[in-house]
């Protein structure tokens, strides 16, 4: 089993900056990709960034320039960066990774709980 735990939301002022983090525990041979994902009132579930395990990401344009995501394979954590935060960032931030149970098992995915972030304006 692996868990993933998030930290570091929180409420901040728009413009202002946050660091998520999404740390990774269990038993399990190797994490793969792991992204971070958001979802605000009353919108669907949208994908903020991921990175794969040798550190390509990818962006959803409304982030680009502003967040940055990382993650320090020692420490099985991802990070996302946020700076320049605006009201329309303010969501449920959950992150998610693509794991191996084994060597020579099949890829399975796991969530973390999520952590809140509100961008006042």
């Known amino acids: 089993q692996v868990q993933l735990v998030e930290s570091g939301g929180g409420l901040v002022q728009a413009g202002g900056s946050l660091r998520l983090s999404c740390a990774a525990s269990g038993n399990f041979y190797s994490i793969d990709t792991m992204r971070w994902y958001r979802q605000a009132p009353g919108k669907e579930r949208e994908l903020v960034a991921d990175?794969?395990?040798?550190?390509?990401?990818n962006y959803a344009d409304s982030v680009k320039g502003r967040f940055t995501i990382s993650r320090d394979n020692a420490k099985n954590t991802m990070y996302l960066q946020m700076n320049s935060l605006k009201p329309e960032d303010t969501a449920w931030y959950s992150c998610?990774?693509?794991?191996?149970?084994?060597?020579?098992?099949?890829?399975?995915?796991?969530w973390g709980q999520g952590t809140r972030v509100t961008v006042s304006s």
């Open positions: 990175i794969t395990s040798g550190g390509a990401t």
């Open positions: 998610n990774a693509d794991y191996y149970p084994g060597r020579t098992a099949r890829s399975l995915e796991v």
